[in-house]
């Protein structure tokens, strides 16, 4: 039986419930087709990976955020102090920011809520810790179609348990038809192509081979072999140059051979150009990253305006990751807090807005109004009308009476 085989039997394939996370029904159990793992060592260990998971990952929340509540809530006050403490307590935002690494890089992050029945604690799992995804069916008018996720199988280096959704915190992008995982931008490196017979070996896979020899190369060629032809040598010199030659330094040798005097380098054929092969594998592998980093340092001929350009592109990716993320931390985590703290979440609204927090910016209007209303006082106005360019004169001064006495 094929790999192939055993992976579509191993997703498909109904088993009874185990455990008592799960549910009184028929499973469907789901593995990533590609171990999560195998990314998270992509992401480490390539450069041109790490620099584009990390921008990319910065752009989507590296700029913070801030909390806001419906301010036509009667607790509003309270439940914005329940949110910020939360907030505060599990350091979310550095928690985010690891979190959209992996989210961005694998597709999935996992949280694990130490409390659920009064989350208080998020704790993060390695990205591996999900050995499998159990999802049951839509079992109306007869369809068999995964559904619903009612549990997660960790691995049995981390316990083997089989925990109930509503104990984690399930982060996914991308997700393929049925599955119940996400897709990340590094899985499409690690991908072999298998069409009509023929098959592709993954770009990662290809783009690693060319980084091992080209070390090679450079030794073999930065210092060449050099062939001497001997005219009339005899068998015992032969043989020396013969043991010699077995014997080279990887900075290249002198190489001899019994034949008409004559001394040549050993180059490289110039007809075997591979740049175009080469230049063709990278920039596949540099838009499996989906960023434009890469470019912006290696390519002398990638100006302002493209970068720009480039830029502006990536935010049309960022935008909805930065759309997920907002949703799932606003109904997996400010609902469920407030809801355990006794609030009505519906009511309340608590969102999460990204970037910090920015006053509103001061209007002409407003300013009249203040001053109408006589909550400045008039040298505060003349101040701040000053600032948008208001023309304004010094008031002249009152003479002083001079008195004096007879």
């Given at each position: 039986?094929?790999?192939?085989?055993?992976?579509?039997?191993?997703?498909?394939?109904?088993?009874?419930?185990?455990?008592?996370?799960?549910?009184?029904?028929?499973?469907?159990?789901?593995?990533?087709?590609?171990?999560?793992?195998?990314?998270?060592?992509?992401?480490?260990?390539?450069?041109?990976?790490?620099?584009?998971?990390?921008?990319?990952?910065?752009?989507?929340?590296?700029?913070?955020?801030?909390?806001?509540?419906?301010?036509?809530?009667?607790?509003?006050?309270?439940?914005?102090?329940?949110?910020?403490?939360?907030?505060?307590?599990?350091?979310?935002?550095?928690?985010?920011?690891?979190?959209?690494?992996?989210?961005?890089?694998?597709?999935n992050d996992f949280w694990l809520k130490l409390t659920p029945e009064n989350t208080k604690a998020l704790h993060r799992l390695p990205v591996d810790a999900v050995e499998r995804i159990q999802q049951s069916y839509l079992e109306e008018k007869n369809l068999k179609i995964p559904y619903k996720i009612e549990s997660y199988k960790l691995r049995q280096i981390y316990g083997g348990q089989s925990l109930a959704a509503q104990a984690i915190v399930h982060w996914r992008i991308n997700c393929l038809d049925y599955s119940g995982y996400g897709t990340g931008v590094l899985q499409v490196l690690l991908h072999s192509l298998a069409f009509q017979g023929d098959k592709r070996p993954a770009y990662a896979s290809m783009k690693a081979k060319i980084e091992r020899i080209m070390p090679r190369i450079f030794e073999k060629y930065a210092g060449p072999d050099v062939l001497a032809l001997l005219e009339r040598a005899d068998d015992e010199t032969i043989a020396k140059f013969q043991q010699a030659i077995k014997n080279r330094s990887e900075e290249g040798a002198w190489l001899f051979y019994n034949g008409k005097g004559d001394i040549r380098p050993v180059t490289i054929d110039p007809r075997a150009r591979f740049e175009y092969y080469v230049d063709h594998l990278i920039n596949q592998f540099y838009l499996g990253c989906e960023t434009p980093l890469p470019r912006l340092f290696s390519t002398p001929g990638f100006t302002e305006a493209s970068a720009n350009a480039a830029l502006e592109l990536q935010n049309m990716l960022i935008q909805p990751i930065q759309r997920y993320i907002k949703r799932q931390v606003e109904r997996e985590l400010f609902d469920v807090v407030l809801l355990q703290a006794g609030f009505n979440p519906a009511q309340a609204q608590a969102r999460l807005h990204w970037s910090p927090y920015k006053a509103k910016e001061l209007s002409t209007a407003d300013l009249l109004k203040a001053a109408e209303q006589k909550l400045i006082r008039p040298e505060e106005f003349r101040k701040n009308a000053s600032k948008f360019g208001w023309q304004l004169w010094e008031e002249p001064q009152q003479t002083a009476k001079v008195t004096s006495d007879d």
């Open positions: 039986m094929n790999t192939t085989f055993q992976r579509l039997v191993e997703a498909f394939s109904i088993k009874a419930k185990s455990g008592v996370a799960l549910p009184q029904a028929a499973l469907v159990y789901e593995t990533p087709s590609i171990p999560l793992a195998d990314i998270v060592k992509l992401y480490e260990r390539d450069p041109s990976c790490k620099a584009s998971v990390d921008l990319l990952a910065a752009s989507a929340v590296g700029s913070g955020f801030y909390t806001t509540i419906n301010d036509d809530y009667e607790r509003a006050t309270q439940a914005k102090q329940v949110v910020d403490s939360f907030s505060e307590n599990v350091n979310l935002d550095a928690l985010l920011c690891d979190m959209a690494k992996m989210l961005i890089a694998c597709g």
